[in-house]
């Protein structure tokens, strides 16, 4: 016979569960074992900048075709994906929490009146793209465009002799750029009609400073790693959840991305079907996720009925312009949230305000209401919203200062290149990430709408100052910097017309 003590049973029995819980866990875990994996994209909607990395889903089933760039065989110097699992931003015990659908709320968003004058700038260049037949000599080649530029020839063949002896193919990819002589500007041109990463691409542009002209070249076949693809209906994309844990598009893209195409979608017909073909660099813990292009796509994904291409500029924020030299950014520059309407523009205004004050009437406690008229020149935007709504960084750049500020209130400040600074006063309260000092992108999420400060109700006063200079970016004539096409952006502008346009490849 066999005796146990209390504890000694206790330990017996506790062992026997333990062995049982594990054995049914193993066969549970062997059960549910995923067949396929695909890979996670880590990212954060934090000040901070995100770290992206991205591998080729291997889901066969996916119902989404990938894009094949046309008059290929299929291989691209860019990688193309069905979908992307994208890690959760924020959950509890697993589960994501709600957020809103940022997509439709901009699109539903007012647009702020601004007549935009025909720029001197953007009537100055005349842009090109296309796949141009391959010719002997550059002469031939500008020739078949009905270009003559002989400054232009003489640097070619100096220092690019050997170019077209290099090239493939019946056609050549080529995006240019022309100045209001019709001089060339840039030309960004590839070395065979594949543009895969056997390709060159070369880039021929004038200097800032004179007519000589400058020479890059670029190899396809690496570079463009963390550059990804990708193919949505466009209904199918204007209905995006952020929340989703499957999608193509990172979310912290998405507030650019709606922006973009509440831009261009009033060009294209909504009744029929379209599609928008995105491509963006992904990133990884040194730089921003990016869009690169947007096309919108009509049924047959072969002619482009609007686009848009980022175009890094020295000294300032990067910007958003169309292959025919158009900008995009005016209108990022002037909506920062989803408002109900402009209760103020910039300009000498008056205000009637009360003020409650606490009184005396011989053994008695009164309260007195006073009433004062308070007259100002006002220097910003005051955007009518309800209190608790998302207010966005109009664009990249470094969080200065958020904290209480006298008038102002609650004030968030972002410093821009070029000198620029944006101001978002009276907030409610703020992003909790933020940090002073840190880099900001644009779409950021970094406040709410309150009405702290100097403010007779809930709004977001907004301002743009250059060199602490009040600006008024509804002005209809005012041609910044910020949304104006430089001669120093040509070259940006035609290298990646040639390298993302669906335009350039053979039809």
Not at 30 to 43: C, D, F, G, I, R
Not at 145 to 166: R, T, V
Not at 342 to 356: A, P
Not at 431 to 442: D, F, I, Q, T
């Amino acid at each position: 016979m066999i005796f146990f003590t209390r504890n000694s049973f206790r330990n017996v029995f506790l062992t026997f569960c333990f062995v049982a819980f594990s054995t049914t866990l193993f066969a549970v875990e062997k059960k549910v074992a995923p067949k396929t994996s695909t890979a996670k994209k880590e990212t954060t909607q934090t000040g901070k900048k995100s770290k992206n990395t991205a591998q080729k889903s291997q889901n066969s089933n996916s119902s989404s075709a990938q894009l094949r760039p046309r008059g290929s065989s299929g291989s691209s110097f860019l990688k193309s994906y069905d979908r992307l699992n994208f890690q959760n931003i924020v959950s509890v015990d697993g589960e994501p929490l709600p957020t809103p659908n940022i997509m439709e709320n901009i699109l539903q968003m007012p647009t702020p009146e601004v007549v935009k004058p025909l720029s001197k700038l953007d009537s100055a260049f005349n842009l090109r793209q296309g796949c141009a037949n391959n010719t002997n000599n550059i002469r031939n080649f500008l020739a078949s465009l009905n270009i003559e530029d002989s400054n232009f020839e003489s640097n070619f063949n100096f220092q690019l002799p050997n170019f077209f002896k290099a090239t493939s193919g019946r056609c050549l990819p080529f995006a240019i750029s022309l100045d209001s002589s019709r001089k060339i500007q840039s030309l960004s041109i590839v070395n065979n009609d594949r543009r895969d990463s056997s390709s060159t691409m070369t880039t021929i542009h004038r200097s800032e400073t004179s007519f000589v002209y400058l020479v890059e070249s670029q190899n396809l076949n690496s570079g463009f790693e963390n550059y990804l693809e990708v193919i949505l209906d466009l209904n199918d994309l204007i209905v995006y959840k952020s929340n989703q844990a499957n999608s193509s598009i990172p979310p912290e893209l998405i507030w650019e991305i709606s922006s973009l195409i509440k831009e261009l979608y009033s060009k294209v017909n909504s009744n029929e079907r379209h599609f928008a073909r995105i491509i963006y660099n992904a990133g990884d813990k040194n730089n921003w996720a990016q869009v690169v292009s947007l096309e919108i796509l009509d049924a047959s994904q072969k002619n482009v009925i609007a686009d848009a291409f980022w175009v890094d500029r020295d000294g300032l924020p990067g910007g958003f312009f169309t292959s025919t030299g158009v900008e995009l950014e005016q209108n990022f520059w002037i909506s920062p949230l989803n408002y109900t309407r402009i209760s103020r523009g910039v300009g000498y205004s008056s205000l009637r305000l009360s003020k409650s004050k606490q009184g005396k009437k011989g053994n008695s406690k009164s309260i007195v209401n006073q009433t004062y008229t308070y007259s100002a020149t006002h220097q910003g935007i005051d955007f009518a919203a309800p209190i608790g709504t998302p207010i966005y960084a109009v664009a990249n750049g470094k969080l200065i200062h958020y904290g209480p500020y006298p008038a102002y209130g609650n004030l968030v400040i972002v410093e821009h290149e070029g000198n620029y600074k944006t101001y978002y006063a009276h907030l409610s309260s703020y992003n909790p990430e933020l940090v002073v000092g840190s880099e900001v992108r644009r779409g950021l999420e970094i406040g709410y709408v309150g009405s702290t400060g100097r403010s007779t109700g809930p709004h977001l006063h907004f301002e743009l100052r250059k060199n602490n200079v009040f600006l008024n970016p509804l002005a209809s004539r005012l041609e910044l910097d910020l949304w104006t096409l430089r001669n120093e952006d040509q070259y940006h502008l035609t290298r990646n017309m040639v390298l993302f346009s669906s335009q350039v490849l053979p039809k």
